[in-house]
T-cell receptor, first 112, second 116 residues
Framework: GQQVMQIPQYQHVQEGEDFTTYCNSS?????IQWYKQRPGGHPVFLIQ?????EVKKQKRLTFQFGEAKKNSSLHITATQTTDVGTYFC????????????FGQGTELSVKP | DSGVTQTPKHLITATGQRVTLRCSPR?????VYWYQQSLDQGLQFLIQ???????AKGNILERFSAQQFPDLHSELNLSSLELGDSALYFC???????????????FGNGTRLTVT
């Protein structure tokens, strides 16, 4: 079945440093979504990418969808302590209804 | 507040027992999803319902079952519970049925199940 892999699993950064998490799918995705889960919280939708090569920005966050629609990345510029949490990518398997397969997530910790 | 309500918040029960988790989707959302989150397994998709019908299935155990009622709330039934079933169970809802374009998922706060 489809697998969505995320690396790294953990990332510890100093406040102000940049952070990137990478997401790779074993199959082509029609779209990809990113979620953030704060410690003790629930996943919260951040963004959806649909087009090949698409790049979207939300303030210090930059999301990219690969040309082949099999990989994606999230880059945070100048991390802040409010960025702490686990970032998940999620994609739908082809022709399998509406289910979203989540990656394992990248847990980001930020040292002030 | 996502608008998705899950009850109960916490559940502690013994092995072999049966429990029911309840979810009320966001107003207007027709799809309900159930996910299991444990420390070493991430977010595992269990099942999706759309407007009362099962739409997609994940690696849901035979001991687990779910349904979506006419008022669109959903219940996840877990039976013959084992220690390994201890996890956080999330319900999420979305407007559409999914497919080539997935509408965003809105997650509830989860039910933490502890099996002793």
């Amino acid at each position: 079945g489809q697998q969505v892999m995320q690396i790294p699993q953990y990332q510890h950064v100093q406040e102000g440093e940049d952070f990137t998490t990478y997401c790779n799918s074993s199959t082509t995705l029609s779209n990809i979504q990113w979620y953030k889960q704060r410690p003790g919280g629930h996943p919260v939708f951040l963004i959806q990418l649909v087009k090949s090569g698409e790049v979207k920005k939300q303030k210090r966050l930059t999301f990219q969808f690969g040309e082949a629609k099999k990989n994606s990345s999230l880059h945070i510029t100048a991390t802040q302590t409010t960025d702490v949490g686990t970032y998940f990518c999620a994609g739908p398997p082809f022709n399998q209804g509406g289910k979203l397969i989540f990656g394992q997530g990248t847990e980001l910790s930020v040292k002030p | 507040d996502s608008g998705v309500t899950q009850t109960p918040k916490h559940l502690i029960t013994a092995t072999g027992q049966r429990v029911t988790l309840r979810c009320s989707p966001r107003s207007g959302d027709l799809s309900v999803y159930w996910y299991q989150q444990s420390l070493d397994q991430g977010l595992q998709f269990l099942i999706q319902y759309y407007n009362g019908e099962e739409r997609a299935k994940g690696n849901i155990l035979e001991r687990f079952s779910a349904q979506q009622f006419p008022d669109l709330h959903s219940e996840l039934n877990l039976s013959s519970l084992e220690l390994g079933d201890s996890a956080l169970y999330f319900c999420a809802s979305s407007v559409g049925a999914g497919g080539s374009y997935n509408s965003p998922l809105h997650f509830g706060n989860g039910t933490r199940l502890t099996v002793t």
